[in-house]
């Protein structure tokens, strides 16, 4: 047993090899995960297919949640049985289509979406479902799901629902070095993040001016007062698709913010592993 790690115990068919994940769940076979599932946790990192204005990909949402979830998930299993699913990589986006390209859910469909991954999960024996979110997008739908899933199914499970970037507010503050926006769309944060995991994806430097984005551009401001929930038809589209410009963005301060929130992520993790079913 290698020091602070919980070895799983081997089953029959068990083909562990260096290259092998054994956190990763589309990695292990039927009778692997079968086995350790009923004292298992297994996370669904969550994320969305949509533009990201003109220096970011359309997957970054999907690309962020899964590089933070991956290295949470590899902490994580040095101590306990946490598992991970492969990302999903859409989500509810429908109010970036106005701003040319997106792959959305609506809401009703969404939400179905996230209540039978779940309820599959539990069937195939987790008592324990936590799902992570990386697109802002997803977040009320997420927690109607979790209430959902337990007080209107019946889920014999637990269900648990976070988006990365809430996992340490006060932490990741200090961390973000002045960033325009946290999480923010598209600008320094998640440039940051991108920069840091998959730079070769960040257009750098940006586009000319008028280079497929809307002819106003003007970064999005904060669109309403503090513990409101504000929507105005045509916002998204007045800001050229992104909350600030990207010009605080960096792969220093990236690398740090993406090691806070994998640690962090990876303590939440296990305090629902070792809690109350």
Do not use: C
């Amino acid at each position: 047993m290698t020091a602070g790690r919980v070895d799983v115990p081997a089953g029959p068919g068990d083909t562990w090899t260096a290259g092998h994940a054994p956190w990763r769940l589309d990695a292990l076979t039927r009778d692997e995960v079968v086995r350790r599932a009923p004292a298992a946790t297994v996370v669904v990192p969550l994320g969305s297919t949509e533009q990201h204005a003109a220096r970011l990909p359309m997957g970054t949402d999907s690309l962020l949640a899964e590089a933070v979830v991956e290295r949470a998930v590899r902490r994580a299993a040095e101590s306990a049985d946490v598992l991970r699913t492969p990302v999903l990589p859409f989500g509810a986006a429908h109010h970036h289509l106005d701003l040319g390209a997106a792959v959305s859910l609506s809401i009703p469909v969404y939400l179905q979406v996230l209540a039978e991954v779940a309820q599959s999960l539990v069937r195939t024996g987790f008592p324990r479902v936590v799902f992570v979110n990386g697109h802002g997008g997803n977040e009320n739908v997420l927690r109607a799901a979790a209430d959902r899933l337990v007080h209107e199914l019946a889920l014999p499970a637990t269900v648990a629902a976070v988006s990365y970037w809430a996992v340490a507010p006060e932490a990741l503050a200090a961390a973000s070095n002045g960033m325009a926006a946290v999480p923010g769309h598209a600008g320094d944060f998640e440039i940051s993040l991108m920069l840091a995991v998959r730079p070769g994806l960040v257009r750098d430097p940006a586009p000319a001016a008028g280079a497929g984005e809307p002819a106003r551009r003007e970064p999005l401001a904060d669109p309403e007062p503090p513990g409101w929930h504000v929507r105005r038809p045509g916002l998204w589209l007045a800001s050229g698709g992104r909350t600030d410009d990207g010009s605080g963005a960096g792969a220093d301060v990236g690398a740090a913010v993406l090691d806070l929130l994998a640690r962090r992520l990876a303590d939440g993790l296990l305090a629902i592993h070792g809690g109350a079913r």
